[in-house]
Structures are given as structure tokens and as C-alpha cells.
């Protein structure tokens, strides 16, 4: 199977889960700043949401550009890593309505661990795919960033648990910055 195939499918799936996502902010009950102000966590959660959601799709997007062979655990690992991306919507819902408590925080937390997780998971059949030696192989040899990313998701949800719920938004929300930049790794393996 090319590998343009499954690069189209999570496109188009994620930008209908884009989509989906805006689709749930509500606008502001009046047109003052003030009614503004009362709606204002939820914009800022459906903005880490989609920034989230973005960054899953540029980097995946990035690695693909190493990608040679596709197979049948690749796509599984694709459709896991799709399914917990169509769940950003329903957790950013749960979580812009109820911000302090922890069972929608505690969900919101696990789609993003489940998203990462399956990232990594995508890495390891890509590289079974590919090769170890392939330039794939060699991206997702010694990925320290997936590794803290991972600890800092587990990280997040136990201080939710133990301090306070909004702590999980907020740890999860300063991973981003780590993935921001796609990894440049694979411009270096690239050339």
C-alpha cells in the first residue's frame, strides 16, 4: 500500500475532528467583553485542543516523509492513533464545561496519553515496516522526547489526582512545547 493512502485518511480525519471541535465552542451569551470573559476558558481549552490536534498532524506529517513501506500493523497503528484523536472533541466538551473537576479533567488527560501512546506505537510499526536501519528505524531509535512525553502524561494525571484536577490541563498543556517544532532529526536522517 503507498503511504500517500494512509497520509490522505488521517488528513481528512483530522480535519473533520478539527472541525467537530469548533463546532462545540459557543459563543458568548451577549456581545460585551464581559459576556466574553464568562466563556473564556472555554476558548482557551478548544485553543489547546486544536494546537494539540495540529501538532499530532504536523509531526506525523513530518515522519511520514521517512516512511518507505506501509503494512497492515502500520495501519492499525494509525487507526488507534485516528481513534484517540476523534476523541479530543467529546473530552474538550466534558472538560470546558466542567474545568475544576476531575473526572472530565481525568478524561481529557488519558486522550492525550492514549494519542501519545499510539504516536508511539505508530513509531514502533513503522519501524518493524521499514527496517531499524531505515531512516524511520532511526528516528524512533533513542526518541527521548516520546519518552518524556509519555512520563510527563502519567505525571500530569497523578498530580490531577493528588492536588488538584486542573494541574493535568496544565502540565499536559506545557508538554506541547516540546513538539511544537517537528522533530528536526528528520531533516538531519532525511538528507
Known amino acids: 500500500m503507498p503511504k500517500s493512502r494512509i497520509e490522505a485518511f488521517t488528513d481528512a480525519v483530522i480535519a473533520i ?36 490536534l495540529a501538532i499530532y498532524w504536523n509531526n506525523h506529517h513530518h515522519i511520514f516523509q521517512l516512511v518507505h513501506k506501509v503494512d497492515g500493523r502500520v495501519l492499525w497503528a494509525n487507526n488507534l492513533l485516528i ?26 488527560g488519558l486522550v492525550i496519553f492514549g494519542a501519545d501512546l499510539s504516536f508511539c506505537l505508530l513509531g514502533i510499526s513503522l519501524t518493524r515496516a521499514n527496517g531499524k536501519d531505515s531512516s524511520v528505524g532511526l528516528l524512533f531509535q533513542d526518541y527521548k522526547k ?46
Not at 464545561?97 to 481529557?108: G, R, V
Not at 516520546?146 to 498543556?173: D, F
Open 146 to 191: 516520546m519518552r518524556a512525553t509519555l512520563v510527563l502524561n502519567v505525571l500530569a494525571l497523578i498530580v490531577g489526582w493528588l492536588i488538584h484536577p486542573l494541574l493535568i490541563l496544565i502540565v499536559n498543556s506545557i508538554m506541547l512545547t516540546l513538539w511544537v517544532v517537528p522533530e528536526k532529526k528528520v531533516e538531519k536522517i532525511a538528507k
Open 17 to 52: 475532528v478539527m472541525t467537530l471541535l469548533v463546532l462545540e465552542l459557543h459563543e458568548p451569551k451577549g456581545d460585551t467583553f464581559f459576556a466574553f470573559e464568562g466563556t473564556a476558558h472555554q476558548f482557551i481549552i478548544y485553543l489547546i485542543s486544536f494546537v494539540s
Open 83 to 108: 481513534l484517540t484523536m476523534t476523541l479530543f472533541p467529546y473530552a474538550t466538551v466534558w472538560v470546558t464545561d466542567y474545568p475544576l473537576s476531575l473526572a472530565p479533567q481525568m478524561m481529557y
